[in-house]
C-alpha cells in the first residue's frame, strides 16, 4: 500500500482520471479540506486509524480504483520523472496545484524509494 502523501498526489475519479481537489476529497468523506491536506501530508499510515485510513482511502478513490491500478499507474507515469506522474493535476485549481506539486517536491526522494522497491531496483 502506498503512504497517505502519494495516495493523495493520484487522486483521481473514475475511469477517466480527473484529478481530485481536497474539496473533493473532503465532500466524499464528510470531513474538512483541512483533515484532507493533514492526511495528505503523512508519510506512513503508522499513526492513522483504520476509520481515518478507510475514509481517506474512500475519498481519493484508491479503494475503487483498487491498488493494482494505482501501482501500475505510477509505474507507468513516473519513467523516473516525478513531474510526469502529476500531468493529471494540471486540471485542477492554480492553489490546489501549488499544494500537490509542493508536496510532490517535498517528497520526491521518498516516491524515488518507493518506485525502486515496486520496480527491484533497490
Do not use: Y
Not at 503512504?3 to 480527473?18: D, E, K, N, Q, Y
Not at 500531468?87 to 517536491?105: M, Q, V
Amino acid at each position: 500500500m502506498f503512504p497517505p502523501f502519494l495516495v493523495r498526489l493520484i487522486a483521481r475519479s473514475g475511469t477517466r482520471g480527473h484529478p481530485l481537489s481536497c474539496k473533493d476529497i473532503a465532500r466524499k468523506t464528510g470531513r474538512s479540506p483541512k483533515w484532507v491536506t493533514q492526511m495528505s501530508s503523512l508519510t506512513e499510515w503508522d499513526n492513522v486509524t483504520i476509520r481515518d485510513a478507510k475514509a481517506f482511502l474512500d475519498g481519493t478513490g484508491a479503494l475503487e480504483r483498487g491498488f493494482a491500478r494505482d501501482r501500475e499507474f505510477v509505474l507507468r507515469s513516473i519513467a523516473g520523472h516525478t513531474k510526469e506522474m502529476l500531468t493529471h493535476i494540471d486540471k485542477l485549481p492554480r492553489r490546489e496545484r501549488a499544494f500537490l506539486d509542493k508536496l510532490s517536491g517535498e517528497k520526491s526522494h521518498e516516491i524515488a524509494q518507493i518506485v525502486r522497491k515496486m520496480t527491484g531496483l533497490q
